[in-house]
């Protein structure tokens, strides 16, 4: 659990989100498991989960979404 004080990073938080499905159906794009590739689209990556266009086969849970947004907002750390 991370309450909203805590500081996130893509290496403790955000990577674990990213299935290896959706790190291969995504590699011709971006790779999902690096970190400067999700940096530099995290705006679509984001557009698409709050959206529910991505993963293709079902949203994301609200809290993960929620989780991707604070990160961005924090800075997207390391
Ligand atoms: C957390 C997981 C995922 C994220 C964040 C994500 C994100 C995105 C983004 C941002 C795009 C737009 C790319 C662009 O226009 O440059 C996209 C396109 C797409 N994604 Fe995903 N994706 C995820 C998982 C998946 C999965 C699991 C599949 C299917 C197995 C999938 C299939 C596709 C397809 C078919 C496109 C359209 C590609 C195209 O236009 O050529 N994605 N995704």
């Not at 698409?48 to 990160?71: F, I």
Request: charged share 25%; with cysteine; hydrophobic share 35%.
């Amino acid at each position: 659990m991370n309450t909203n004080d805590e500081p996130l990073g893509y290496a403790a938080n955000i990577k674990p989100l990213f299935r290896e499905l959706d790190r291969n159906s995504m590699l011709d794009h971006f790779d999902l498991w690096n970190y400067d590739d999700v940096v530099s689209n995290q705006d679509g990556i984001l557009g698409h989960l709050v959206s529910g266009e991505m993963p293709c086969d079902g949203p994301w849970p609200e809290s993960n979404v929620a989780l991707l947004r604070r990160w961005i907002d924090k800075g997207s750390r390391p």
